[in-house]
């Protein structure tokens, strides 16, 4: 047998003389000899099962080690194994602490005595370990009587005073709030039942007799008032001691919060009836064998069964379809093992013999984690095959429509063409496979790919852009053309995509190319026309020259920061540029006079509007220039000329025309008068902002000037 030893031994003789002794008596020793203080107490904790000492060493002694051990081992076995000792040396070692003393002339006794030591220390160590599990047994009980609600009791028969408390558990207390002298009072725990469930309560103290049980379950009220649910335990024994012969023994289980929850789900089984009532299609339970044990009136009516028939008992199997009938037991076996539950569709078959298809969700019903049936809710998909019917012969039709259009259809989706009709490959020379085999972007333009590319991500996310655009593509044979698209953002096989029609514009864009050089052409000769007809205007006025270049400057400038298109304020320019060409006709002593005029010179120079616009009114320019140059000289509130006009009446470009013109012209000199400056113009328009000129004219001018730094050129 192993044994760990640490001897405590100065003689190497002396313990192999030890050794050997252990190993006659049969053990097999695994050991450690020390012979000094520091070397026992390094060795101490290395799990010895016994230690065999020397009384006198030259540095170390017996007694000494026997103190050290039992301050940290109580209960390991210590043998003083050494020469002839006085009988008060073995007397002390014995009240130390030590098992045994065996001398050395009497090493014959010493396995004996090893063996009885270690038999004597393994039954203490259980002895202890009993102990201290009954110890925690009992400390584990007091604290689950104190913490549970649950609690047992015993009542002892007194007699024509019936039953009696006899003792009962701390839980009670903990639970109902009373006080042992409280519950004493009262001779039995049976007060704190509920008054209406009194009589049920306490009918087995009457009505027990020996060997019998009873279980029920009633309503107890706590001293705070809280009402709580109980089941109650009792059984009835024989017992000589008390006085009526009897005894009741009784647990006591707090069963609130099932039944709560029982509440709440008669509550939601109820709901779940109602709920399945309202529903027009077929909601049902089975049993583990497929019969029908619930359906709902709508579900049972849409099979053309009356209640009865259904309470007398049908099997789903029977209302299912022959040809799918191993599909649905299979579909079964798949529900009440736990696979998975997608939905499936079946036939079903109505009492008539109609059949209808329906499409299936169920799901196993569980008690206790075991499979006891199977719930489910049938729709009766009839409408929706029909229009997969009908969707299926719609796509036959549009795909011969697609198929035979006059313009490329595509789509497109994760970068891909995912379909192209036949047109696409007339177009480009490639083939439909070809253009399905490779990005989408390999086919356009390289100046073209980053716009199209972007267009195609941002439909994609929804964002809101121009649904028409172009250009251009590249032919198999490597010819360009320029094509339209048109595309609008639909979702293919379940995913977003593009969808696009695109048309051949390459001869429509050559056209345009040359309308375009003819129109730059056209528009080149009316800037020289206008040019001829404001040099004319000025020639005959020096005084005011240049005078017409400044207010199309500005009303240019005046122009843009408004928001106008480009086309407007192009048109707006050209008219300030000849907006006094009427003034042709005013002779050149007036124009150039040096003082005030009079009434009727004033007179004829207002005429110089119309005759403008008498002028210009049969040149077909692209802009109505003929209207602004006449208005040009209308105010806001009607005090103008020639034909008074108000406010929304005057053209926009004729509003901006004049107060770029009343601007100019105090600016600079006159014939009549020396310039009064940018400061006095501007007072002068701010002055009348909203009277005579249009308010937000007159603030996009004073924003020119005043925060972009706008300056005439003279």
């Not at 192999?16 to 020793?29: H, I, K, S, W």
């Not at 209960?75 to 070692?93: M, Q, T």
């Not at 299609?281 to 099979?303: A, C, H, P, R, Y």
């Not at 000769?525 to 020639?539: N, P």
Request: with cysteine; hydrophobic share 40%.
């Amino acid at each position: 047998m192993k044994i760990k030893v640490q001897i405590v031994q100065d003689s190497v003789a002396d313990t192999e003389l030890v050794l050997n002794e252990l190993r006659r008596a049969g053990f097999d020793p695994e050991w450690k000899r020390v012979e000094t203080e520091s070397e026992y107490l390094a060795q101490l904790d290395q799990g010895w099962e016994i230690i065999l000492a020397g009384y006198n060493l030259p540095e170390f002694n017996g007694l000494r080690a026997l103190q050290l051990l039992r301050e940290r081992e109580p209960d390991l076995p210590f043998i003083f194994v050494s020469g002839a000792i006085g009988e008060d040396k073995v007397v002390e070692a014995m009240k130390a602490g030590a098992n045994n003393y065996i001398r050395k002339d009497q090493l014959s006794c010493l396995g004996l005595a090893v063996e009885r030591e270690l038999y004597d220390a393994k039954e203490q160590r259980k002895r202890k370990q009993m102990a201290e599990a009954q110890c925690q047994s009992e400390k584990r009980n007091c604290a689950v009587s104190r913490l549970s609600s649950d609690f047992a009791y015993s009542c002892i028969h007194a007699g024509d005073d019936g039953y009696v408390m006899d003792w009962i558990t701390d839980a009670f207390f903990t639970l109902t709030g009373y006080s042992d002298a409280e519950l004493r009072e009262q001779r039995c725990w049976l007060f704190v039942s509920h008054p209406d469930d009194r009589k049920m309560a306490t009918q087995p103290l009457h009505e027990l007799k020996a060997g019998e049980s009873d279980t029920r379950e009633f309503r107890i009220v706590t001293k705070d008032g809280r009402l709580l649910y109980i089941m109650s335990h009792m059984e009835c024994q024989i017992d000589p001691k008390a006085h009526g012969g009897l005894r009741l023994f009784g647990t006591v289980q707090d069963i609130t919060r099932r039944k709560q929850a029982e509440g709440k789900l008669a509550e939601s089984e109820r709901r779940f009836r109602q709920l399945s009532e309202l529903l027009p299609q077929l909601v049902f339970e089975t049993d583990i064998s497929g019969n029908l044990t619930f359906s709902n009136l709508n579900g049972i009516k849409s099979l053309g069964y009356s209640l009865e028939e259904f309470q007398a008992g049908i099997n789903i199997f029977a209302l299912i379809s022959p040809e799918d009938r191993e599909k649905i037991k299979t579909r079964l076996k798949e529900i009440l093992s736990g696979s998975e539950t997608a939905p499936r569709e079946f036939q079903l078959i109505r009492k008539d013999g109609g059949k209808f298809p329906i499409l299936m969700h169920a799901d196993a019903i569980l008690e206790g984690g075991v499979p006891i049936g199977v719930r489910g809710i049938a729709f009766d998909i009839t409408d929706r095959k029909r229009a997969e019917e009908e969707l299926r012969e719609s796509e036959e039709k549009y795909r011969t429509l697609v198929e035979n259009a006059a313009e490329v259809i595509l789509i497109a989706q994760d970068g891909m063409l995912k379909f192209v009709n036949s047109v696409a490959s007339e177009i480009t020379g490639y083939s439909n496979q070809e253009l399905r085999s490779s990005p989408f972007l390999e086919f356009i333009h390289p100046d073209d790919r980053n716009m199209v590319g972007e267009s195609y991500l941002k439909r994609l996310k929804g964002n809101m852009l121009l649904p028409r655009y172009e250009f251009r593509l590249i032919c198999k044979d490597g010819s360009i053309k320029w094509v339209e698209i048109t595309a609008v953002k639909v979702a293919w096989e379940g995913k977003p995509a593009t969808l696009n029609f695109l048309s051949d514009i390459t001869e429509r864009k050559g056209a345009e190319e040359n309308l375009a050089e003819t129109f730059g052409s056209l528009r080149t000769a009316i800037g020289g026309i206008i040019q001829v007809l404001s040099s004319i205007t000025e020639k005959r006025d020096p005084y005011t020259a240049g005078h017409q270049r400044r207010v199309a400057d500005l009303a240019r400038a005046i122009g843009q920061e408004m928001g106008l298109t480009a086309n407007r304020v192009e048109g707006l320019q050209m008219a300030g540029m000849i907006h006094d060409i009427g003034k042709v006709s005013v002779p050149a002593e007036i124009l150039s006079k040096p003082t005030l005029l009079t009434e009727i010179e004033y007179k004829l120079i207002q005429t110089h509007s119309q005759v403008g616009y008498d002028i210009i009114k049969t040149i077909d320019f692209s802009w109505p220039i003929a209207e602004m140059i006449l208005q040009h000289h209308e105010r806001i509130n009607g005090s103008g000329y020639p034909n008074r006009l108000k406010g929304e009446e005057i053209l926009v470009e004729a509003r901006i025309l004049a107060v770029s013109d009343i601007v100019e012209a105090m600016a600079f000199d006159r014939p009549y008068r020396p310039a009064q400056g940018i400061e006095a113009a501007l007072e002068e328009i701010e002055k009348n902002k909203g009277i005579l000129y249009d308010p937000d004219v007159v603030s996009a001018c004073l924003t020119l000037f005043r925060e972009k730094s706008f300056e005439f050129k003279l």
